[in-house]
């Protein structure tokens, strides 16, 4: 059995000093007043060079391609859209749907008598709006979700409905390529 020790040289780790420490954290703090002062005179002068949202009281315009929560869409006779073909269900790389569907005697033969979503598992990735055929969910414009506990992550059908009405430029971003 031959093996072979190879020896590294390695260098000395270097010695710093009190003085090469001091001037690094003279440096630091000199950057640190550097961007304090322009901030505060842009402040002063009413000019501020910072970008800075008050969150809840102001918001920032969403872009129309912007992905939040998935929803089901509502029709306007207070249905969903949703046939329960279960292609999002399948689309859907962390198993975050749960679809059983249901027969019904209207025109849409089908509908989903349990939809649920984990949130907590969500990525947000809009895979199921892809696969849906019928544009039944769509993903929102909606990033306020959150719970204390992993039940309050579970949405149910009824929690994910909304209309039509609430999700226009959505939809309009949506169908941008079926006129081509």
């Not at 420490?21 to 630091?28: E, Q």
């Not at 000199?30 to 009281?57: A, D, I, S």
């Not at 279960?86 to 689309?91: Q, T």
């Amino acid at each position: 059995m031959a093996t072979r020790v190879v020896s590294l040289s390695r260098p000395q780790p270097m010695q710093q000093s009190l003085g090469r420490s001091a001037l690094a954290i003279l440096t630091g703090l000199w950057v640190t007043n550097r961007h304090f002062m322009r901030n505060l005179w842009g402040y002063l002068r009413g000019k501020p060079t910072v970008f800075t949202v008050q969150y809840p009281e102001e918001r920032l315009e969403l872009p129309n391609a912007f992905r939040g929560m998935p929803v089901l869409v509502q029709m306007d006779n207070g249905k969903e859209r949703c046939v329960a073909c279960g292609l999002c269900e399948w689309a859907c790389p962390t198993d975050c749907i749960t679809i059983f569907p249901a027969e019904t005697a209207d025109e849409v033969e089908r509908y989903p008598a349990v939809f649920d979503i984990n949130l907590s598992r969500c990525m947000f990735c809009g895979l199921c709006e892809e696969a849906c055929p019928e544009e039944a969910i769509v993903m929102s414009q909606q990033v306020e979700v959150c719970g204390y506990t992993r039940r309050a992550t579970l949405w149910h059908k009824e929690d994910l409905l909304v209309p039509v009405s609430q999700l226009g430029k959505r939809l309009q971003h949506l169908r941008r390529g079926y006129d081509r």
